[in-house]
């Protein structure tokens, strides 16, 4: 499962490289599992969403390994 949700969070961060590529824009403000944010472009905001899903999931693999440790 978290593999999965790495593969998707750096899909996200992709598709949001290609956004930025294409010269999207779009007034975007939100607030994502604590962190806030606000762009005038759609793409810089999925990079953002990416970027703070692999840290999220990053952060939850390490403490799991931490805690098989005897």
């Known amino acids: ?3 999965l949700g790495f593969i998707a969070a750096v899909v996200l961060a992709f598709f ?3 956004l930025v590529s294409l010269g999207s824009t ?3 403000k939100f607030s994502f599992f604590g962190q806030t944010f606000e762009s005038a472009n759609v793409g ?3 990079i953002f969403i990416g970027g703070v899903t692999i840290v999220l999931l990053a952060r939850a693999v390490l403490k799991t390994i931490r805690s098989l440790k005897p």
């Open 1 to 3: 499962m978290i593999i």
């Open 16 to 18: 949001g490289v290609w």
């Open 26 to 28: 779009g007034d975007t």
């Open 44 to 46: 810089i905001a999925a």
